[in-house]
């Protein structure tokens, strides 16, 4: 079946021109299969959703376009909170030469010189620095949980704007000893990773710079407390985010019921192929193993799975990526980028360990330090720079290098000039895409991967097919993230699917 997935990628483009070991894999695809089966249960029916073919077009309002864009900006953070797990809030950083920064440094830099000048004066004038700290006061505040009482108690007390300002008319503010206070307060709250930062504030004397050095401290704070908050509600957003995106969807799709017509094209598509006579022969496997038994056609979990394998071959400068995947469209260029350098290092080991003597190429340590050498001269493929041909005669000078050094160290003797020349050869013509050793090998990752898909519910879960051994962990890292993400995916959008495929 992969290898008819290729040769339809090849008709689609002549038309348009266009972390884990085995047991983290069978954990992640086990839970993503079971919470699908739970979502589909659960799911309203089918016929209920709302799947115009299209309509006319219409004005509408910058209300509307506003909120549909806060719809749709919702609806992706809460996607990438629960997808990527390595999701992290970031401090903004304004680029140096922009009109932005610019006008931010003017006016901050007009701020503290006006503070300045009023805590120069005799007698000095404190208003404007008991206004920054009413702000300190609420930030710390807000950092605290509603078990901290005696530490909000501490803040509330110390930090009493009335009472300050009635010392700053009296004469007797301190604005050292607030100043002492609000460091101090700032360590007990602050991540561990902020102490030093901290720690660095009981070092500056002048209060203009002390103010302006906390308040740099406590936006990096609020950073820290975001993203604590998002890694606290991650594992009780995962339970509702796939209602939530659903229904966000819904509403954007009876705003704009044009939504659906790539997936529809894309889910067409693949069931075409698959009725297809020329993929005949792959269809009673993947019946099989979807369970559609003796059915004439392909069945809508076989027809889904296939199209999530035709994502991996997508020409994305000349055809448009289906809505339903769009907010995962960088993570699928990822995989396809990941696959084919995956096909090229396993296409060159393959040649490799096939010409090489028995007795090297089953040394697990030499077959890892020739997999590490390989990728790490193919690490820039995915950049536009990168020149495929160039790199393969690299590789070749230097598996060549390898091979020879290995056999000498194993007794045996080195590569001959003739080998030599025909290994070079051999790694040099993987850069075609055309090469039968890279297609075999691209043919057997696909299989691999579309056995996840199909039988992600069975045990035991599959091994790396021949030949793809050296690369098997790589192979399963990607495979562990694609079903996981495929799995979410239908679990979010199966209903609109099988609407379609009915």
Known sequence: MSENLDKSNINEEGKSKSN?????????????????????????????????????????????LLETAKG?????????????????????????????????????????????????????????????????????????????????????????????????????????????????????????????????????????PLFRAIFSVLDLMKVDMANFAVSSIRPHLMQQSVEYERKQFQEFLEKHPNSLDFVTQWLEE????????????????????????????????????????????????????????????SRFQEFQLQLEQLTVLGAVLLVTFSMAAPGISS??????????????????MHLPSFHLEDALTTVGEKVCLEVSS???????????????????GQIQAMASPDNPIRRIVDSRILTFLETYLVSSHQKPLPTAPGGLGPVQTELEEVAINFVRLVNYNKMVFSPYYDAILK
């Not at 000095?124 to 901290?148: C, M, N, Q, W």
């Not at 360590?187 to 203009?208: F, H, Q």
């Not at 040394?363 to 820039?380: G, H, P, S, Y």
């Open 20 to 64: 884990d070991s085995e047991q983290g894999l069978e954990d992640a695809v086990e839970s993503s299969d079971e919470a699908l089966q739970k979502i589909k249960s659960g799911s309203p029916s089918t016929q209920r959703v709302q799947r115009p073919h299209s309509s006319p077009p219409r004005f509408v309002t910058v209300e509307e």
């Open 72 to 208: 749709v900006t919702n609806m992706t953070i809460a996607h990438e909170i629960v997808i990527n797990g390595d999701f992290r809030i970031k401090p903004v950083e304004l680029p140096e030469d922009s009109l932005e920064k610019k006008v931010k440094d003017i006016v901050h830099k007009a701020f503290w010189d006006c503070l300045s000048v009023q805590l120069c004066e005799d007698p000095p004038t404190y208003d404007r620095a008991i206004k920054l700290v009413g702000e300190i006061k609420e930030t710390l505040l807000s950092f605290l949980l509603p078990g901290h009482t005696r530490l909000r108690n501490q803040i509330t007390e110390v930090l009493d704007l009335d009472l300050i300002k009635q010392e700053a008319e009296n004469g007797a503010l301190d604005i050292s000893k607030l100043a002492e206070f609000i460091i101090g307060m700032m360590g007990t709250l602050c991540a561990p990773v902020r102490d030093e930062e901290v720690k660095k504030l009981k070092d500056i004397k002048e209060i203009v």
């Open 270 to 329: 693949a069931a075409d192929d698959l009725m297809n006579q020329k993929y005949r022969n792959a269809l009673p496997a993947v019946g099989e193993a979807s369970g559609s038994g003796d059915s004439p056609g392909p069945d809508p979990v076989a027809v889904q799975n296939y199209a999530y394998l035709k994502l991996l071959k997508w020409d994305h400068l000349h055809r448009p990526f289906p809505e339903t995947v769009l907010m995962d469209h």
């Open 363 to 380: 040394r697990a340590d030499f077959a890892e330090k020739l997999k590490m050498i390989v990728k790490i001269l193919l690490t820039d």
């Open 406 to 424: 290995c056999l000498s160290l194993c007794g045996f003797s080195p590569l001959t000039t003739d080998k030599e020349a025909v290994l070079k």
